[in-house]
């Protein structure tokens, strides 16, 4: 049985559209996917609504989010949030205030782009990301292979748009801790994201992930491609030391080559702790 609990949307910044996403989980014979697009609902909305209550697909879907944090000390972090109520009001008015301040984020960012000489332009980004609620660093990406100034999505993370780059610019997102504390009481279940996924930026340390679990987290993603074998042993063994969750997932943005769907997995006696824990919203099968 695959289980995969992390995978994104052409809604945020997947390149795959929600029915393609399930096609192709479909053909890699995946029997669980999580759509935890970045702070927004709408990947997974869109095929929930085209779904009836009677419908026996073999994919079952888990409705879940991204939530883009941010701690006091500007460092970037994401928690995963599964089976939390839709309409929970402060979960809902957070990501929305987030997406809205992405845009004026990504404008400052192409600023300083600009003023180093690069020639790119919000309407660029845009034409790149129309099927998009949340628009990311990624779309940025696209626009720079598009202009020829890079080859690919990770060839301009690497020179541009790291999160230590001089381009780097933060928006709107709350804390960890709030975004914990928002999924406990819709419902949901907490994950802590490529936790230990230093390639990318600045991360915590295991003691300070100890204490998030302490505050109330209720999981961490161990088995991610960004995780050395080092870092999962660690972040495994402080799970069993806590007694919480070890996921694995594939975060599938659709980059073909690097990413696979089900790459990681999720175990499942681990999958049905958290669906008996999430009491936010229904799985459904598509
Ligand atoms: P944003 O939410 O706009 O800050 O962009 C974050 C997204 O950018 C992540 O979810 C990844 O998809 C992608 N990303 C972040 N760091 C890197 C990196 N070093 N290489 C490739 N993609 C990255
Ligand atoms: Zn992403
Ligand atoms: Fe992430
Ligand atoms: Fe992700």
Redesign the pocket.
């Given at each position: 049985m695959k289980i995969d609990l992390h995978s994104?949307t052409n809604v945020s910044?997947g390149i795959n559209s929600p029915a393609e996403l399930v096609r192709l989980a479909k053909t890699e014979e995946i029997s669980v996917l999580a759509i935890s697009d970045?702070d927004t609902l709408e990947g997974w909305q869109i095929l929930n609504a085209s779904t009836t209550s009677s419908s026996t697909g073999k994919l079952t879907i888990v409705p879940a989010a991204?939530i883009?944090c941010r701690t006091t000390t500007g460092m970037?972090v994401?928690i995963l949030g599964y089976l939390f109520d839709p309409f929970d009001v402060q979960l809902t008015q957070t990501m929305s205030l987030t997406r809205d301040d992405?845009i004026p984020r990504i404008k400052k960012i192409i600023g300083l782009l600009n003023e180093a000489g690069i020639d790119i332009s919000f309407a660029d980004v845009a034409r790149l990301s129309e099927s998009a609620q949340t628009v990311?660093?990624?779309h940025l990406a696209d626009a720079l292979v598009a202009r020829g100034v890079v080859s690919s999505?990770?060839q301009a993370?690497?020179e541009y748009?790291?999160?230590d780059s001089p381009f780097y610019v933060g928006h709107f997102a709350p804390t960890p801790e709030e975004a914990i504390t928002a999924i406990k009481s819709a419902g949901g279940v907490s994950i802590l994201a490529h936790g230990l996924a230093g390639?990318?930026?600045a991360i915590y340390t295991i003691d300070e992930i100890g204490e998030l679990l302490a505050h109330g987290l209720d999981g961490l993603e161990v088995d991610h491609r960004d995780h050395d074998d080092a870092a999962r042993n660690e972040l495994r063994e402080l799970a069993r030391a806590f007694d919480v969750y070890a996921t694995g997932s594939s975060d599938y943005?659709g980059v073909v080559g690097v990413q696979r769907l089900g790459m990681e997995l999720t175990a499942p006696n681990v999958w049905e702790g958290i669906l008996a824990q999430g009491t936010g919203c229904e799985v459904f099968t598509v």
């Open positions: 994104h910044d970045h991204e883009s970037s994401h992405r990311g660093r990624p999505r990770d993370f690497t748009l790291h999160n390639s990318r930026g943005h």
